[in-house]
């Protein structure tokens, strides 16, 4: 239920000293977000967290987080890409 309803967001920021951060926002705790963070990390072999809502991944992995999501059971109709 909460896969099908999720709007979600991945878009790209540049943090301090250069670095590139991935953010994934618009996931539900009905889909374990937590758990989530957790496996796309160990996908991507990056660092990361989750905190006020967002998925924050170390470097740049929009392309590929898409594709895991789809992975995961979400719609690509649903995910948008800044």
Known sequence: MAKEA???KISTAK???G?????VEG???EAN???LSSRLKAKLACGGTF??????LQGEHSEKVKKLLVAA???ESQIEME
């Open 27 to 29: 996931i539900e705790k």
């Open 51 to 56: 905190k006020d809502n967002k998925i924050e």
């Open 6 to 8: 999720a709007k979600i």
């Open 19 to 23: 670095k590139w951060v991935t953010v």
């Open 33 to 35: 977000p937590k758990e």
């Open 15 to 17: 943090r301090s000293f």
């Open 73 to 75: 059971g979400f719609a």
